[in-house]
């Protein structure tokens, strides 16, 4: 079965521009989570969405911001762009709320890699 | 706040060595994952261990959890070059987000 897919790979952007990312997860998994990977600060949470809703939230500001479909796709954007928000955004799908009890299985996408000049 | 550290967090080894990489907390975790990535790919989960004293083996890796369920550690015997990555360790807060360790990566030289 196919795996978790992220659009686009790769962006570039300059400040103040916004962004949107695209996450589809994998056929039957309701939840879908976005994580933020940078050299500096490592993998942190940003959001999980299920079955449309926003169920969790990271400590990130409200220039971060996502959706899900009814069809369980996901969607990130980030207004106002900032230099250090140039990272790796990876989301991850799983059948059930990833983290309520912490031994399922999340499934990574390769993120999309977006560069802010 | 909880906080994965890990360590070491660079190490470079030569193809048939051992190594041993630690996870560690100040805080309680109910249960601990283990994650490989690889350039240019999300994280694998590798393994999840829940019970404090739980010793899981894959193949060549060893994943222990700590008795206070604060810990743990991956051992992986007899490296080759294929385990070269990012090692993560992963566990679910009070408030149910997941939280990464700080990474290990770990190079593999034939």
């Known amino acids: 079965k196919a795996g978790v897919t992220q659009t686009p790979r790769y962006l570039i952007k300059t400040r103040g521009q916004q962004v949107t990312l695209s996450c589809s997860p994998i056929s039957g998994h309701r939840s879908v989570s976005w994580y933020q990977q940078t050299p500096g600060q490592g993998l942190q949470f940003l959001f999980e969405y299920f079955s449309e809703t926003q169920r969790n939230k990271g400590n990130f500001p409200g220039r971060f911001s996502g959706r899900q479909f009814s069809n369980s796709r996901s969607e990130m954007n980030v207004s106002t762009l900032e230099l250090g928000d140039s990272a790796l955004y990876l989301c991850?799908?799983?059948?059930?709320?990833?983290?309520?009890?912490?031994?399922?299985?999340?499934?990574f996408g390769p993120g999309t890699r977006l560069t802010v000049l | 706040t909880q906080l994965l550290e890990q360590s070491p967090q660079f190490l470079s080894i030569q193809e048939g060595e051992n190594l041993t990489v630690y996870c560690n907390s100040s805080s309680v975790f109910s249960s601990l994952q283990w994650y490989r990535q690889e350039p240019g790919e999300g994280p694998v989960l590798l393994v999840t261990v829940v019970t404090g004293g739980e010793v899981k083996k894959l193949k060549r890796l060893t994943f222990q959890f700590g008795d206070a369920r604060k810990d743990s550690s991956l051992h992986i015997t007899a490296a080759q070059p294929g385990d070269t990555g990012l090692y993560l360790c992963a566990g679910v807060s009070g408030t149910y987000k997941y939280i990464f360790g700080t990474g290990t990566r770990l190079k593999v030289l034939a």
């Open positions: 991850a799908s799983s059948l059930g709320l990833a983290a309520l009890r912490g031994t399922d299985t999340q499934y």
